[in-house]
């Protein structure tokens, strides 16, 4: 029997606010530890209130301002694709989020939802709701697409003999806002009317002033967002299902996640027919298939998992009691950086990077060993003495090297690749070496152009010694707030009446607490939560043996 996830559209409109207005639905990217935005957004929310848009401005619009979301540019492939990741302003987030959450509009969209779900056409992307925290970022999510898609998608093979697969070319950003009001009226469907418009076009005009004034795309980045996006993919479904009813085709079974299509047939030419149907329904919204990505496959149960976890399946080293087939670590980080040069910024990376990173945790920590001595007796006598064991396999700066190369290829896992390096830097004695490698992987990741989602992570390990300089190396808004300037504030907010912005608690969003403990091993949020919930627990058996 499959387990049924909860998603938002359970929820109601006031949870539906509340869940929206946490930390971790604001930004959907990786952020170290001591990072959270919960005070900001709550400030907001207390701030604004029910007060209108329109008179909270001062004596312009944001749609007019540079600065006024805080972007994070990444360079994509350590050349010239840049991608960048966005926090947006929190005011601004908060205007579309309560437009989204209203009562009587929250209302709406669940209703628009109800008639998107059709017959045959499985959405498995709207928002999930996780089960108390989280064990990695984003693992209800990650867990939700491996049930929904691919499991769905393996057992689909059971019935059908082809698989259409395709996805949209830069969905988020070639969507039309106009299609939102299309997409609130159901148009051109069974379900057409004329009761959402207002909120229609507050949603594009919110989205315009978080866009720059731009009247194309929509920001990616948080669980809004996605939200906006799925209610234009939501209707694509409709008219796809009434389009394929009316040429009476039958004997499909369509799964999408998001901007991924998965459509299943006995018939090759009746697939081919759907994936032509589909194309024109695409077309009509401003979207474009990805030629690249666009195939029929008779070998669904191979083409139903990504290709990049086929291949770390197949060829992989195997993990045993023993270890590993690999003798040294330089060799394992080598077969990491070419697995990447295959699969840029494939999901995999992460899981690869995790594995050696326990493997030297474990390697590194000291063991007890039998030793023989005489003693001043004369004595032979049996001591133990606690070891300490070298990386093998090559130097800590050869092998820094490495995982630096991985971090310059792969944007998705520099923070992955941060925190072997950290590990492998930290088990240094000598200090001078220790500081002269972090310069040198600072110099490769941060002195080339749009780095400053690096900058974030490296300040992560070297902020001790940075705070006991008294100097930090860090350009970005962010990494100043984590030395405690607050002087640049993180979003250009000149368009509100400034009696809205005079107590915004920028402090707040670096965790003091949380920054004592950070150490020059980059340690993510979900382990920081394990190590604590681990460390309560020893105190308990602790106390516990104590009273017996």
Same mark, same amino acid.
Not at 344 to 361: A, F, V, W, Y
């Given at each position: 029997?499959?387990?049924?996830?909860?998603?938002?559209?359970?929820?109601?409109?006031? *949870?539906?606010?509340?869940?929206?207005?946490?930390?971790?639905?604001?930004?959907?990217?990786?952020?170290?530890?001591?990072?959270?935005?919960?005070?900001?957004?709550?400030?907001?929310?207390?701030?604004?209130?029910?007060?209108?848009?329109?008179?909270?401005?001062?004596?312009?619009?944001?749609?007019?301002?540079?600065?006024?979301?805080?972007?994070?540019?990444?360079?994509?492939?350590?050349?010239?694709?840049?991608?960048?990741?966005?926090?947006? @302003?929190?005011?601004?987030?908060?205007?579309?989020?309560?437009?989204?959450?209203?009562?009587? @509009?929250?209302?709406?969209?669940?209703?628009?939802?109800?008639?998107?779900?059709?017959?045959?056409?499985?959405?498995?992307?709207?928002?999930?709701?996780?089960?108390?925290?989280?064990?990695?970022?984003?693992?209800?999510?990650?867990?939700?697409?491996?049930?929904?898609?691919?499991?769905?998608?393996?057992?689909?093979?059971?019935?059908?003999?082809?698989?259409?697969?395709?996805?949209?070319?830069?969905?988020?950003?070639?969507?039309?806002?106009?299609?939102?009001?299309?997409?609130?009226?159901?148009?051109?469907?069974?379900?057409?009317?004329?009761?959402?418009?207002?909120?229609?076009?507050?949603?594009?005009?919110?989205?315009?002033?978080?866009?720059?004034?731009?009247?194309?795309?929509?920001?990616?980045?948080?669980?809004?967002? +996605?939200?906006?996006?799925?209610?234009?993919?939501?209707?694509?479904?409709?008219?796809? +299902? *009434?389009?394929?009813?009316?040429?009476?085709?039958?004997?499909?079974?369509?799964?999408?996640?998001?901007?991924?299509?998965?459509?299943?047939?006995?018939?090759?030419?009746?697939?081919?027919?759907?994936?032509?149907?589909?194309?024109?329904?695409?077309?009509?919204?401003?979207?474009?298939?990805?030629?690249?990505?666009?195939?029929?496959?008779?070998?669904?149960?191979?083409?139903?998992?990504?290709?990049?976890?086929?291949?770390?399946?197949?060829?992989?080293?195997?993990?045993?009691?023993?270890?590993?087939?690999?003798?040294?670590?330089?060799?394992?980080?080598?077969?990491?950086?070419?697995?990447?040069?295959?699969?840029?910024?494939?999901?995999?990376?992460?899981?690869?990077?995790?594995?050696?990173?326990?493997?030297? *945790?474990?390697?590194?920590?000291?063991?007890?060993?039998?030793?023989?001595?005489?003693?001043?007796?004369?004595?032979?006598?049996?001591?133990?003495?606690?070891?300490?064991?070298?990386?093998?396999?090559?130097?800590?700066?050869?092998?820094?090297?490495?995982?630096?190369?991985?971090?310059?290829? @792969?944007?998705?896992?520099?923070?992955?690749?941060?925190?072997?390096?950290?590990?492998?830097?930290?088990?240094?004695?000598?200090?001078?070496?220790?500081?002269?490698?972090?310069?040198?992987?600072?110099?490769?990741?941060?002195?080339?152009?749009?780095? *400053?989602?690096?900058?974030?992570?490296?300040?992560?390990?070297?902020?001790?010694?940075?705070?006991?300089?008294?100097?930090?190396?860090?350009?970005?808004?962010?990494?100043?707030?984590?030395?405690?300037?607050?002087?640049?504030?993180?979003?250009?907010?000149?368009?509100?009446?400034?009696?809205?912005?005079?107590?915004?608690?920028?402090?707040?969003?670096? @965790?003091?607490?949380?920054?004592?403990?950070?150490?020059?091993?980059?340690?993510?949020?979900?382990?920081?939560?394990?190590?604590?919930?681990?460390?309560?627990?020893?105190?308990?058996?602790?106390?516990?043996?104590?009273?017996?």
């Amino acid at each position: 029997m499959k387990k049924t996830t909860k998603n938002i559209l359970s929820l109601t409109s006031k *949870e539906a606010l509340d869940f929206l207005m946490k930390s971790e639905q604001f930004h959907g990217f990786e952020l170290p530890e001591y990072f959270n935005f919960d005070k900001v957004l709550s400030y907001v929310r207390k701030c604004i209130g029910n007060k209108k848009y329109e008179d909270c401005l001062a004596d312009s619009k944001p749609d007019n301002l540079p600065d006024v979301n805080l972007e994070i540019l990444t360079n994509k492939d350590g050349r010239y694709a840049v991608r960048p990741l966005m926090l947006s @302003n929190p005011f601004l987030y908060y205007f579309l989020a309560r437009e989204v959450c209203d009562p009587y @509009n929250w209302k709406s969209i669940k209703k628009c939802f109800k008639d998107y779900t059709v017959p045959h056409i499985t959405s498995c992307a709207i928002p999930i709701i996780p089960k108390g925290k989280e064990s990695f970022h984003q693992s209800a999510t990650i867990l939700n697409w491996w049930t929904e898609m691919e499991q769905h998608s393996l057992e689909l093979s059971l019935e059908y003999r082809y698989m259409f697969v395709t996805d949209i070319t830069n969905c988020y950003g070639s969507i039309n806002p106009q299609s939102i009001e299309w997409a609130l009226a159901c148009k051109n469907t069974k379900y057409e009317n004329n009761k959402n418009q207002l909120l229609a076009k507050n949603i594009q005009k919110y989205l315009r002033a978080l866009q720059h004034g731009h009247n194309i795309g929509i920001p990616q980045g948080s669980t809004l967002f +996605h939200i906006v996006a799925e209610i234009i993919l939501g209707y694509s479904d409709l008219l796809l +299902h *009434e389009a394929l009813h009316k040429e009476n085709i039958e004997g499909y079974e369509i799964i999408r996640y998001r901007d991924d299509y998965r459509v299943f047939c006995n018939d090759k030419d009746t697939l081919e027919r759907i994936s032509y149907i589909l194309q024109k329904v695409l077309e009509g919204l401003n979207f474009r298939m990805n030629s690249q990505k666009t195939r029929i496959s008779d070998t669904i149960v191979i083409d139903s998992i990504k290709s990049d976890k086929l291949f770390y399946i197949f060829n992989t080293p195997i993990f045993n009691k023993k270890g590993t087939d690999f003798d040294s670590f330089e060799k394992h980080l080598l077969y990491i950086l070419m697995y990447g040069r295959q699969y840029p910024n494939g999901g995999q990376l992460k899981t690869l990077l995790s594995d050696i990173d326990k493997r030297i *945790e474990e390697w590194l920590k000291p063991y007890e060993e039998k030793v023989i001595d005489i003693n001043k007796d004369g004595l032979i006598e049996e001591k133990k003495v606690m070891r300490q064991r070298w990386l093998a396999g090559g130097s800590v700066r050869a092998m820094s090297a490495v995982a630096t190369q991985i971090a310059l290829d @792969n944007v998705s896992v520099v923070h992955y690749a941060l925190r072997v390096i950290s590990r492998m830097v930290d088990s240094l004695k000598d200090m001078k070496e220790k500081q002269d490698i972090i310069n040198k992987v600072y110099n490769k990741l941060c002195k080339q152009p749009n780095s *400053e989602y690096n900058q974030l992570w490296l300040q992560n390990i070297t902020y001790t010694q940075d705070k006991k300089n008294k100097q930090s190396p860090y350009t970005m808004r962010l990494c100043k707030l984590v030395m405690g300037n607050i002087a640049e504030p993180l979003w250009n907010n000149k368009w509100l009446k400034s009696e809205l912005t005079t107590n915004i608690p920028y402090k707040s969003i670096v @965790n003091k607490e949380i920054l004592k403990k950070v150490t020059p091993v980059i340690v993510f949020r979900e382990s920081r939560a394990y190590y604590d919930f681990q460390d309560i627990l020893y105190h308990i058996d602790d106390l516990s043996y104590k009273n017996v």
